[in-house]
């Protein structure tokens, strides 16, 4: 099987602009997670979506929103780009049951904001 | 939200050492997970743990799921130069849903 994919692997952008970054699960995997990667903070959730539903938020302003397809490929979105939301943008697929949170990783979209 | 202490932040060690790094939550866990991140990559999932006590191999490295269920243990035997990383351990968010809360990672490095 595939694994996640992510695009773009680096962006560059300037603040205030505004971004969209793409995944797509593994084949049959219907739970992505996005998560944002930084040396200061670590690894933090940022959002889940389930059968094209977010079903968990994490602790991030609004300007950071998420959506998926009935195909299960998601897309996050962050507007009026800040210094700070330089990061690895990381997006996880599961299978989305609830008795087990085995979360595989795609290999992430580093963002640079100037 | 859940905290989750990870120590030791960093390792230097020789290789052919046996290395342990654990993990504490604030909270209990039905779920742990350890992964490793190589520069520039998403991290992999190395070992999932859904039992206490529950003792997990993959290769060289075990895991162990705590009987308390607030902590989780990670050793590599006899690590090798491909070994070094950052480790993080993981458990679930709750409410039903897929998200993972991470601890801050442990860097291992090794000198041959």
């Known amino acids: 099987k595939a694994g996640v994919t992510q695009t773009p692997r680096y962006l560059i952008k300037t603040r205030g602009q505004q971004v969209t970054l793409s995944c797509s699960p593994i084949s049959g995997h219907r739970s992505v997670s996005w998560y944002q990667q930084t040396p200061g903070q670590g690894l933090q959730f940022l959002f889940e979506y389930f059968s094209e539903t977010q079903r968990n938020k994490g602790n991030f302003p609004g300007r950071f929103s998420g959506r998926q397809f009935s195909n299960s490929r998601s897309e996050m979105n962050v507007s009026t780009l800040e210094l700070g939301d330089s990061a690895l943008y990381l997006c996880?697929?599961?299978?989305?049951?609830?008795?087990?949170?085995?979360?595989?990783f795609g290999p992430g979209t580093r963002l640079t904001v100037l | 939200g859940q905290q989750l202490n990870q120590s030791p932040q960093s390792m230097f060690i020789q290789e052919g050492e046996d290395v342990s790094m654990n993990c504490t939550s604030s909270s209990i866990f039905n779920t742990w997970l350890w992964y490793k991140q190589d520069p520039g990559e998403g991290p992999v999932l190395l070992i999932a743990l859904y039992k206490a006590g529950e003792l997990t191999s993959n290769g060289r490295l075990t895991a162990q799921f705590g009987i308390t269920r607030k902590d989780s243990f990670l050793n590599i035997s006899a690590s090798i130069p491909s070994d070094v990383g950052i480790y993080f351990c993981?458990?679930?968010?709750?409410?039903?849903?897929?998200?993972?809360?991470f601890g801050k990672g442990t860097h291992l490095i090794i000198q041959p």
């Open positions: 993981a458990g679930p968010l709750g409410g039903g849903a897929d998200g993972l809360t």
């Open positions: 996880a697929s599961g299978s989305g049951g609830q008795l087990y949170n085995e979360q595989f």
